[in-house]
């Protein structure tokens, strides 16, 4: 997923300006997204015919967009983005995008979707953002903190650190992600021993964990590019990200997100019971 093993520039006090050219970067980029949504949009379907994962002019445009801004803005950086691959840069540091998480949210008129930008450093998050443009929620995760930027103010972030399995609240975009019958029934072990659980949500429903709404989400078949972003939003609230085995997200594929250790803890014990 990485360049070369070139030393890069970055320092971690250059951090804070990076993230704040980002957000405006996002928002800027946000009203691309809007001049698509709830609009007629043709869909095209990345898999040909063998299932459906949709992509839109929205996704492209806004993509084409940030890769532009970004590029003009840091150079020396690569961009690993979902709708046009991997641009390798003269450094270790990454810019890692998915334009509209969530496109068939996007075009089903839900405001689930949302526009996702990471900044790795060889295979450690540094910063992520999500922004919802039509609600006008960014949120913003690093070293610094988690942040929930509305209204013209800031919101700190904070999950639930007192969330216990029996009265979490669990969400899963849907069950037709999970890639086999032992993934879906490791899912639904967690999902018969918490208080309610919800079908729906992309990334918007990681960014509720984050806010301390939501205690858990677990999912499958995820790419690289659609939890990196959210890694250091819900980790800097006090959350945790990992893989099926309690290692990197970074990678995709079964992910378990948890409001707290313990909760996190006991998710991976029963998703791990044979």
Not at 71 to 96: H, K, Q
Not at 167 to 196: G, K, Q, W
Not at 228 to 234: A, C, F, G, H, R
Request: hydrophobic share 40%; aromatic share 8%.
């Amino acid at each position: 997923m990485t360049s070369e093993n070139v030393q890069s520039e970055f320092h971690p006090e250059q951090l804070p300006e990076i993230v704040a050219s980002c957000r405006e970067v996002l928002i800027d980029a946000g009203q691309i997204a809007l001049r698509h949504f709830r609009q007629d949009l043709e869909v095209d379907n990345k898999l040909a015919g063998d299932g459906f994962d949709p992509v839109t002019r929205a996704d492209r445009e806004v993509e084409s967009f940030l890769r532009s801004r970004l590029t003009e803005a840091f150079p020396s950086y690569g961009v690993i983005g979902e709708e046009e691959g991997i641009t390798r840069g003269l450094s270790d540091l990454n810019w890692v995008i998915d334009p509209i998480d969530g496109t068939k949210a996007f075009i089903s008129g839900l405001p689930t979707w949302g526009m996702l930008l990471g900044l790795m450093q060889g295979r450690q998050v540094l910063a992520g953002l999500m922004y919802q443009p039509f609600t006008g929620e960014l949120f913003v995760g690093s070293a610094a903190g988690a942040w929930l930027y509305h209204n013209e103010q800031g919101h700190a972030l904070a999950t639930r650190s007192d969330a216990s399995l029996q009265d979490a609240i669990l969400y899963c975009t849907h069950e037709s992600m999970f890639a086999n019958p032992a993934n879906l029934a490791a899912f639904r072990r967690v999902a018969e021993r918490v208080r309610l659980q919800r079908f729906g949500g992309d990334c918007y429903a990681y960014c509720m964990l984050a806010l301390g709404r939501i205690d858990l989400v677990i999912e499958d078949t995820l790419q690289p590019y659609d939890i990196i972003p959210l890694i250091p939003i819900i980790e800097a609230a006090g959350g945790v990200v990992t893989d099926a085995q309690g290692g990197s997200a970074v990678d995709g594929g079964f992910v378990v997100a948890a409001a707290n250790k313990e909760l996190h803890r006991q998710a991976l014990e029963i998703i791990c019971e044979t």
